[in-house]
């Protein structure tokens, strides 16, 4: 398969890699990506005494339920809240709130009904979804956190949460083209900054055999080759995308807020993170292992000079844009959905950013590097709470309003007039003329 980069320092074959560049042995089972960052061992013990609310010991011996504390609550919005004792689970024991306001009680929890810890439910039905069984799922989670949890259990999660985890009604037919250590395809890259690019290859597959989809050849090829033929040089000393700020104009751009399955899944996974530089990697690894829709998370992208020339004098394009050589920037979530390829970012507070400019720019980026319209790209930003939606082709190019009003007719001159009247006059239609 040709490379859809450029020879020119756009990878290519023969690109340099960075040479710090490491395979991710597994998105949910490498050391790093536990939430406690160390060893099974270390997560069977529970969580240590700095991570409980309390800030000391469990007490019986249970550990305290390593989950996110809320600011507010649920029922009046105050945040006049307070700790109030604890509730007894079987596995841990979960801290309670008390809102002195309304007189409500109420704990950072929101999986009710569940004896396990949210993350050991959540990566459980991740396990599941990337395709290993049931019985496989389970030990990893006893590897994981040393908690024994038998397949019923499991697949009754699975079940519970089979309107959320949309993946699950194609998962037999991903499992048809890749086994469950091969679906997922991700290394780390080393842009000034640690970033995991993740890519679901069978839900690619499965997504461009939609007809609606069928112009989207062009994506797989640009994300079956980021592992390989990134130009990683480019992302050391360059522009960064999410450093632009007010540059494009708003005019005629439509910001709409929507409902969207990815404010649901952040607000089910944050709430069994605890450390705030986690959150973008929970959430990204969630979407992608058990939704229908997200394809790869921490996708690359940049632009370059040439890219700029093209857009603005080939297509007619309105960017301001201004940096040296290239700009750069990784797509938090990459989805194919409804005909159509959208760029998301996840965004703490997202009520309060607008991250128009920088969206902007990976979508330009993503279209120069697959071909495909900058039409058929849609960008957004969310979080837990909310989600805001634009067309990044109604920020570079404006459409020119046409005149409103009554047609004018061109006056004839007097001159004019005269001479045509007069042609008038002695002209004869050809079959009013007589033959004898």
Known sequence: MDSVFTPDG???????????????????ESESDRPDGGSAASAKDGAGAADRPDGGSAGDGKPTADVAEPT??????????VKKGFREKKEERVQIYA?????????????????????????????????????????????????????TTLARWVEDFSDLCTYGRIREYGMKLYTAN??????????????????????????????????FKPLKQLLDVVTT???HQLFLNS??????????????????????????????????????????????????ANDSVTVATEVPVFLDQDDLHHMKRELGFDIPLTFDNVMTGHIDVLQVRNGAVHILDYKPDAAKQKPIDQLTVYALALSRLTGLRLYNIKCAWF????????????????KKKKARGRKRVPTVPPETA????????????EKAVSNG
Do not use: W
Not at 383 to 398: A, M
């Open 99 to 151: 809102c002195p306001d309304c007189g409500k009680k109420f704990t950072g929890q929101r999986l009710k009904g569940k004896r396990h810890p949210a993350r050991v439910i959540l990566d459980g039905i991740s396990f599941y979804n990337l395709g290993y069984s049931y019985e496989e799922s389970c030990r990893f989670l006893e590897r994981r956190y040393g908690m024994k949890v038998d397949s």
């Open 239 to 288: 522009a960064r995308s999410s450093e632009t700020k007010n540059v494009f104009s708003l005019d005629g751009v439509r910001i709409s807020e929507k409902v969207n399955y990815a404010v649901r899944l952040a607000e089910t996974v944050l709430q069994a993170v605890t450390d705030n530089k986690l959150r973008h990697d929970a959430v990204q690894k969630f979407m992608l």
């Open 418 to 429: 005269g001479r045509l009247e007069g042609m008038a006059a002695g002209f004869v239609p």
């Open 383 to 398: 979080d837990h709470k909310v989600y805001y939606e634009f067309f990044p082709l109604h920020v570079v190019y404006k």
């Open 182 to 215: 091969q679906v997922i395809q991700s290394s780390k890259m080393f842009h000034r900054q640690v970033y995991v690019y993740r890519y679901h290859r069978a839900k690619m597959e499965l997504l461009l055999q939609d007809y609606k989809n069928r112009d």
């Open 72 to 81: 507010r609550c649920p029922y009046c919005e105050s945040k006049n809240i």
């Open 229 to 231: 033929e990134c130009p």
């Open 10 to 28: 756009k990878a290519g074959p023969n690109a340099k890699k960075n040479p710090g560049e490491e395979k991710d042995p597994h998105p949910l």
